[in-house]
């Protein structure tokens, strides 16, 4: 085991491709080469190799840079024989691309063939891949402890580390500005990105936001199926407008997140999954602004507990299974699943979904709103003490066993909970 910091800053190395057309070519074969969601489709023309090769080529390179922005990033060149390189015009960008050819009606290939290798790997200062990036002059392996601190070089490239379960990965508050772990969705050149957009690496702890520094705006983890505790002490301001600064997934069953303050979300895009045995939310200096977290349709959350901060569930995919908050703000919303267990000795907990919420104890400092969302619902059992709100005009809610007055009465409380309604008192 040892520690690796990252320094970023290797030479820039251009990735070559090379791709070989070979077999039985008959002229009416179709050659295609795909890279993210768009195909070029070259017919052969030809019976000789290096003749398609050459015609492949130089489709590519006619290739719209408006309509073909993946393809204009990178020159095709026929060599010799059957074979055409592919080569990146940025050094130290990485691409990929998959190849395929198919008979003129689109049916599987008789007897030709479309292969590649990678004749120059990718290389650079944001590859994690690229061994002079890193302290020891090696890429981090399984059992490392790895630190990025005091850099503002992003890693955008050789995110697919997946192979790799490290010790710990921190990410100091001194790694900041432009430093980013990870690609947006949206390339700058106005695709959708198709390469790695995660760094993927199993890590048994991941520390966030500790020391001093503006922070990183992007920070992108996939801890697939390795078990995970999370730690976020800070975090930058985002880079991308309306996603979060930290954006985290995995799938362990016994994964442990814990924010005290910083901007995070948990597999938020559509499409994503993510299990967190244990959710916690805290605070520094403010209470309500200092952590925020957002969680996604695939993610299932078992125990929650808040102290502060605001935090977003979507239970499409599952009920959280215990929620206790002291306070801040919390906002439930999503179809089907709900909350088993709410506790909320205060703040404000907005209640915006279909499903049903089993138990509820409302605090005397505590809101459970119900007005934001009006679709029907059902309360199971209810308590509350002195001074809790409960706000219901609409009556969307069926409460099955009443709501039980702790310690109180009807006038130590606020309610609003519709009109031309009867309430049947009874003991507790």
């Known amino acids: 085991m040892s520690t690796c910091v990252w320094k970023g800053g290797a030479p820039a190395v251009a990735k070559v491709i090379t ?14 080469a795909t890279i993210g969601g768009k195909t070029l489709s070259v017919t052969a023309g030809s019976a000789t190799a290096g003749t ?13 840079a408006t309509t073909y922005p993946e393809f204009s990033e990178i020159t095709a060149a026929a060599t010799s024989g059957g074979a055409l390189t592919l080569t990146s015009d940025t ?8 190849l395929s050819t198919t008979e003129a009606n689109g049916s599987a290939a008789d007897d030709q063939t479309f292969t590649q290798s990678t004749t120059i790997a990718n290389a650079g200062p944001n590859d994690w891949s690229t061994a002079s990036n890193w ?13 990025l601190e005091n850099s503002d070089t992003p890693v955008y490239y050789g995110l697919d580390q997946s192979a790799v379960t490290l010790a710990s990965l921190t990410v100091k508050q001194s790694f900041v500005d432009s430093g980013a772990v990870g690609l947006p969705r949206t390339n700058a050149n106005g695709y959708v990105e198709y390469r790695d957009t995660y760094l993927r690496i199993g890590a048994t702890k991941i520390d966030i936001g500790g020391g001093s520094g503006l922070g990183s705006g992007r920070i992108k983890i996939d801890t697939g199926s390795v078990q995970t505790t999370l730690n976020v002490s800070n975090s930058g301001s985002s880079l991308e407008d309306g996603i979060p600064a930290i954006l985290w997934k995995g799938t362990h069953a016994s994964n442990a997140v814990s924010v005290t303050k910083g901007d995070v979300g948990v597999a938020v895009f559509a499409g994503e999954t993510a299990t967190v045995a244990t959710l916690k939310l805290g605070y520094v200096s403010s209470l309500e602004t200092d952590a925020n977290v957002v969680c996604g349709s695939g993610v299932t959350l ?27 703000d919390t906002i439930v919303f999503g179809s089907t699943n709900a909350v088993t267990s709410l506790v909320a000795y205060g703040g404000q907990v ?3 979904t279909s499903g049903t919420l089993t138990a509820a104890v409302v605090g005397g400092s505590a809101t459970l709103d119900f007005r934001q969302d009006m679709r029907a619902k059902t309360v199971t059992a209810c308590q509350r003490y002195a001074g809790s709100i409960i706000y219901d005009p609409a009556a969307v809610v069926t409460w099955t066993n009443g709501i039980d007055y702790l310690g109180c009465g009807l006038e130590n409380t606020t309610s609003e909970l519709g009109t031309h309604r009867t309430w049947t008192p009874s003991a507790i």
């Open 19 to 32: 791709c070989t057309i070979g077999g039985t070519i008959e002229t009416d074969d179709i050659f295609k």
């Open 52 to 64: 398609v090769a050459t015609t492949f080529a130089a489709a590519w390179n006619a290739l719209s």
């Open 91 to 98: 050094g130290g960008v990485d691409f990929s691309v998959t």
């Open 135 to 147: 302290s020891g002059g090696a890429v981090p392996v399984n059992s490392d402890d790895v630190v």
């Open 302 to 328: 078992g125990t929650v507990t808040k102290n502060g901060g605001h935090l977003e569930c979507d239970t499409t995919t599952a009920a959280i299974t215990a929620l206790t908050q002291t306070d801040g």
């Open 350 to 352: 907005y209640y915006n």
